[in-house]
């Protein structure tokens, strides 16, 4: 299925000459300047009395120059911003198959419900009696929660995912520093979350790496040879971010155990395998689960995150505070530590208020839309989508590991070799047939990663055009058109990206004019 | 016997008496690409081999340099933090990263010369 003939290619033999515009807009894509350059001194979208004066009571504190904000009209404010989400590519505009994030579709219940006011209104300082509502929300889904991993506890208030890797490790730490055993090094498998080091390292625990074996899972052998008494835990992602099953799991928790340490579970991935399988019945001690990715709450810019963490028996006693106690008059907010309601050990804590309500009201709003059936389909279906992107594409594209896959299917560039067309061009090509590009060299493990999670969101219409595209594009880089992917893409509004300047140079804000030219 | 040695981790150590200037190998910036970022060593650390010593990042990916031989580092490539394009560059010469003073100039026989480090290349591209 094809329906251009070379858009892609403005000046090749067929397409027509390239056209420049007197406004320098390109159709419905509007350029515009800077909204600083945009500045009209006295424009304001509001019309305010002058201030009385007032006797400053700042202490000669205030601020002495103006603020530098531009003046602007309303409509050239709400243009400029509808500019600008137009320029951005989102799930809601189309198909968005970056590995390891899992851009699924957020259903728009989740946001009705979000929006009841008696949620969307809450204040977290107002008096814990006035919100039995939400606190009996937040103990259902944690009971969702704890039936769906098989795990005795959570703790609900982190805040996202890698908020959430630190709540498990500092419980992992209290655990170990209560039984008078200190430990020193986090294990961590080669194809980790970048998060899962970097939350070790915070938590003051020295990180080794433990490698893959051939078929793209922890060398269980090499696992077991590293562990001691100085292995305080192992942070692991199932299914991993090669998109595989950890098939060892079960002997990895029980080696882990038998060391004397603890098994952190990176949950990252657990939309591939809710429903299917309880971490709790794998050894797992403690898992982050990533509301925006397993229950569809908004990712990124639409968040916030939120990454409520299980814990096993001998974890939940160390939970951070604040914690939901359940009681005779239903649950309640335990703010401080007592001995008498199991609070004690608690290692204190890590966030202000109480977890991020209007994501509990979208997960849980998720979760009883679809029900323990509907919630084990989802998985099924995006398994099932990403099988189907690794069946269709297999025969073109260097699979790294056989199949079958989880979620999300891992290539390398391999095909790629002798074409002269690297990973990044493959992806900028990608821009240009209207998908963003999937996740890119990572994992680390494979040379010029390409790891794509199409999600259950997808129809199998929208998969095939996808599918279509991959293959003309790798059809056209073995065809030696390395020239047409070292320009990609060209039909983006900036095109190609300087992404080594950008990195290198980092312009990071706007200078006036006056105040470059002073510069120089 | 040439006096530059390789470890597995494609980095590379010259030693001239007693120190060692190290850096990453032609092999692996090109692997790495355009290098954007380095964090590199304060003089007077002491490292054991193979510990971590510096931090490589390019567009594509960040990677650690391990240290190759055990000793006190005694020097950094300060050109490198304004300018990290030299490592693609010169990977082998102006991109050097450290300079460590060997506490057992018996740890380079482990390493590789460079025949054996070409033919792990070879292997490896």
Known sequence: ?520 | MSDIRFSEEHEWIRVDGDVGTCGITEFAQEQLGDIVYVELPEAGRQVAQNEEIAVVESVKAASELYAPVAGEVVDSNQALVDDPAKVNADAMGEGWFFKIRLSDPGQLDALMDEAAYLALVAEQA
């Open chain 1, 1 to 520: 299925m094809s329906h251009a003939s070379d858009l892609s290619r403005p000046g090749a033999a067929g397409a027509a000459a390239p056209i420049t515009t007197n406004s320098g807009h390109r159709g419905l894509d509007l350029e515009e300047p800077l909204i600083f350059e945009q500045d009209a001194p006295g424009r304001c979208g509001v019309d305010l009395p002058e201030p009385p004066e007032l006797a400053g009571r700042l202490g000669g504190l205030e601020r002495q120059a103006p603020i530098g904000l531009p003046g602007l009209t309303e409509p050239q404010v709400v243009r400029h911003f509808v500019r600008l989400s137009r320029n951005n590519f989102a799930i809601d505009a189309g198909l968005y198959p970056l590995g390891s994030c899992t851009m699924k579709h957020n259903p728009r219940l989740n946001e009705k419900l979000a929006r009841l006011p008696g949620f969307a209104d809450l204040h977290p300082l107002q008096p814990a009696e006035t919100v039995p509502g939400a606190l009996q929300l937040i103990d259902e889904l944690a009971q969702w929660l704890i039936a769906l991993t098989g795990m005795p506890a959570v703790a609900m208030s982190p805040a996202a995912g890698a908020h959430g890797e630190l709540c498990g490790l500092m419980c992992i730490r209290a655990a170990l520093e209560a039984a008078g055993d200190a430990r020193e090094v986090v294990l961590v498998p080669e194809s980790a979350h970048g998060t899962n080091p970097a939350t070790a390292a915070v938590c003051g625990y020295r990180i080794e790496e433990i490698p893959a074996d051939g078929r793209g899972r922890v060398d269980l052998a090499a696992l077991t040879e590293r562990l001691d008494p100085t292995v305080a835990a192992i942070m692991l992602t199932n299914p991993n971010t090669c998109g595989l099953f950890e098939t060892d799991i079960v002997e990895i928790a029980e080696a882990v155990h038998q060391a004397g340490a603890y098994f952190y579970c990176d949950g990252a991935n657990f939309n591939a395998i809710v429903g299917r399988v309880r971490p709790g019945d794998l050894g797992i001690d403690c898992m982050h689960l990533n509301l925006h990715k397993t229950f569809s709450t908004p990712h990124g810019g639409g968040g916030p995150g939120s990454g409520p963490v299980v814990l096993s028996a001998a974890l939940a006693p160390f939970a951070p505070l604040p914690m939901l106690v359940r009681g005779p008059d239903g649950p309640r907010l335990a703010e401080h530590a007592t001995e008498a309601d199991g609070t004690a050990a608690s290692f204190g804590r890590m966030k202000a208020f109480h977890g991020q309500m209007g994501m509990f009201v979208r997960a849980l709003a998720y979760i009883l839309s679809h029900g323990g059936d509907g919630l084990r389909q989802a998985a099924e279906d995006a398994v099932l989508n990403a099988n189907y992107v690794l069946a269709e594409l297999q025969d073109q594209m260097s699979l790294s590991f056989p199949g079958p896959c989880m979620h999300e299917v891992l290539f390398d560039d391999g095909f790629l070799k002798d074409t002269g067309v690297s990973t990044l061009d493959f992806a900028k090509a990608m821009i240009d047939e209207g998908f963003h590009p999937m996740t890119m060299y990572f994992p680390l493990v494979v040379h010029g990663a390409m790891l794509i999670e199409p999600t259950e969101s997808e129809s199998k219409a929208s998969i095939d055009q996808f599918i279509a595209s991959l293959r003309h594009l790798v059809e056209r880089a073995k065809a030696g058109d390395a020239a047409l992917f070292a320009g990609a893409p060209y039909l983006a509004p900036r095109r190609r990206l300087d992404e080594t300047q950008a990195a290198r140079k980092p312009v990071l804000r706007w200078t006036p004019p006056a105040e470059e030219a002073a510069a120089e």
